[in-house]
Structures are given as C-alpha cells and as structure tokens.
C-alpha cells in the first residue's frame, strides 16, 4: 500500500486559485477607479493623524485576502521513497501522514507498506530510498552488498520483542533441548541469542526452527514448537491465543539491545541531503505528539488503525516501544559501549553475528549511522 505526497494540485484547485485571483484583480481595478474618480479628495491629514490604529488580531481585508491567495510552497523533486513495515516505532510515520505534516514540512514522501523482511529485499534491490530497520538488520542488510546510513533513531524496544514459551516453561533455562521457532537471521534471532546467554545457554542447546515472525503465533499454538522469538503484534497474539503461555524474556530484559532507524541510501541521502533532513524534522514532531499524554487516544487511534486494531488495544504496543524525540537521539547517537549508545549496541550486535556466521566477518558498524541531521535540527532550535 503506497501513501503518496505529491506537490501537484488537482484541476479544481487549480481552477478556484484561478477564479480568486480574477476576483482581486477586479477589486483592485476598482480602488483605483474611485481613487481616480472626480470627487474632492480629503484635506490632508497631518502625519500623526494619518496613520489608522492597528488592531493586531484582525488583519486588514486585503492582507488576509494575500494570505488567502498565497499557496503553501509546494514540495521539489521527486517523492522519497521509504519502506515501513508493521512496528509500532515505524507505523508511527502514519500519524505524519494522516496530519499532513510532511506537505507542510515542505517534501515529498512515498511511504511503501510491506512484511518486515520484504522491505530489507526492496531496498537491497534499489526499489527504495531508505527502510525502516533494527540497528542489527542493517548491518546484515548492508554485509549482503546493500549498506545505509541510519540517519534517525525512531524508538528502542522495550518489551515488545518476546521469548514465548508454551504453558509449562517459566524460564530461559528451561528451553534447554526444546524447539524454537524463530525467523532465522533476524532481530528476534539476536534476542533469542541475548536470552539463552542470559541462562548460560547456546544456539547448540536448543533445536532452531525457521519460522517466519508472522506465522510464530500459529506454530506456538500448533506444538510445532515449543516457544517462539517474535516481536508485537505477533508476540503478544501468542500470548493471547496460548492460554498459560509465558513471556519467558522480553526486550526489556536488555533495553536498547535493539534500536529501530530510519536508514537510507548514501547516494539518495548524499543527493537530497536537506530533503531528508525535513524527514527527521517531521519524525521530531510525530513523537513529541506521541508523547504528550493529551494525544495518546489520537495517536493510537491513528496507528491502530494501520493494522485494523482499536486504538485501546493498541495502546498496549505503544507501551512497549520508548519513542525517541530530539533529546532521545542525541543521547542515542553519542559514541559508548553501553547499550544505550547505537554504537554500543551495535557493536554487541556485530559481535553476535558475526560469532554465529550471520554474516562471514565483522562489519565496520561505526560507518553506518550518521547523527549529523539530528544535531542540525538541534542546532537550529536552540
């Protein structure tokens, strides 16, 4: 599903800025009649006199009739196209969407809706500018030939992604010897790695099942496996349709273990450099929205809706996703080892891959994420 921005107007806009034009020039005609006409004009009026009291709250006829004829600057170049898929840090985009911001923020955007793995495909292939992927995702994308710049960090999991055992299993440890279905080589494959570490345990002491992420509710209901590695809403549907099931490990566990970016294409973001940084401008202000609780109904009403989920229920996604605002991504993209710095996190991620033959060797994460359009933005609004 494609949410096109164009910055054409339809025929019948085009046709009423025509007719109110006609309409003030036939005004204007006429003042300069009556301002030529025959009729004594009045004694001149000493210059203190002359000038008419200003009412600031009500502008003039003709200048509100300017403003009215005046048309939003309209958005230059050809539409960004960008891939999202269903999380909630990346659904969010829709409340820009929906509220026109990216129109009035001056750019023009294509955003494509696709599965999680699809949208890593269509930008390995070129069919898009930028994707919405983990910090761990792009580094595989990228050692496959298809490297980005994560320019942006959307949010942090924190508690979406879930280890779900089937009744029974109350612990990581417990998984020792049992199947677990997982979609192999992505993120939740990362967490499911975090999580059995976390009891002593390796990928050789239990039995990995590939199952893709949308399908693990299913294969955790059907016995095929014994718990899954998914992230919401596939997580949280195994939950509600396994009656005992237990979130054995979730990404709370390891907060910042797992960031979510917008990343894009060096050439496109080297090429339309301001356009994207507008891009980051809007994302500032969809989760400074998000995160006043004056608009959480409408935020997740919007979002939800993306997914045909009510807003109330969806509000149980959202909080389990820490939306990240200026402040967020400035702290995220300062150089550390910890998990609360990409690069930290990253590096923690390379490692794992890179021990678990994710990719043959280790990727130099560093190049990868280029903070320099959040710290403009910041710049510019202080």
């Known amino acids: 599903m494609l949410a096109t921005w164009g910055a054409r107007r339809s025929g019948r806009e085009r046709a009423l800025m025509k007719k109110l034009l ?214 949280g549907q195994a939950l509600k349709d396994v009656a005992g099931s237990t979130a054995v490990f979730t990404s709370a566990n390891a907060p910042g273990l797992i960031f979510d970016h917008l990343c894009v294409n060096p050439k496109s973001l080297a090429e339309r450099h301001a356009d994207w940084e507008k891009v980051v401008g809007v994302w500032f202000k969809i989760a400074d929205f998000i995160k006043n609780p004056a608009n959480l109904d409408e935020a997740a009403k919007i979002m939800g809706a993306r997914v045909k989920m009510p807003g109330e229920e969806y509000k149980k996604l959202m909080a389990g996703t820490a939306f990240q605002d200026m402040a967020g991504n400035l702290k995220a993209f300062e150089k550390g080892d910890g998990l609360d710095s990409v690069f930290g996190s990253s590096k923690t991620v390379d490692t794992f891959f890179t021990k678990n033959k994710m990719y043959k060797k280790a990727v130099k994460y560093e190049e990868y994420f280029d903070p320099s359009l959040v710290e403009a933005l910041s710049k510019a609004s202080k």
């Open 22 to 235: 006609g309409l003030l020039a036939v005004a204007a005609f006429q003042v300069v009649l009556n301002g030529c006409s025959k009729s004594e004009p009045p004694a001149a009026k000493p210059a203190e006199e002359a000038q008419p009291a200003v009412n600031a709250a009500a502008p003039s006829v003709s200048a509100a009739a300017a403003a009215a004829a005046a048309p939003a600057p309209a958005p230059a170049g050809p539409a960004l196209k960008i891939a999202y898929s269903d999380w909630p840090g990346w659904i969010a985009w829709d409340v820009g969407i929906q509220k026109g911001w990216f129109k009035d923020a001056g750019v023009n955007v294509d955003f494509a809706w696709f599965e999680y793995a699809p949208s890593m495909d269509a930008y390995s292939a070129g069919k898009v500018d930028a994707v919405a992927v983990t910090n761990g995702d792009a580094l595989v994308t990228g050692s496959s030939g298809a490297p980005s710049k994560c320019i942006l960090v959307n949010d942090y999991s924190n508690g979406n992604d879930m280890i779900v055992a089937k009744p029974g299993i109350k612990s990581v440890a417990e998984l020792k010897g049992k199947k677990i279905g997982v979609e192999v080589g992505l993120v939740d494959h990362l967490l499911l790695l975090k999580a059995l570490e976390s009891a002593k345990l390796s990928e050789k002491d239990v039995k990995i099942m590939n199952v893709t992420t949308d399908q693990t509710p299913q294969a955790l209901k059907s016995g095929t496996v014994d718990a899954i590695a998914a992230w919401q809403p596939n997580s």
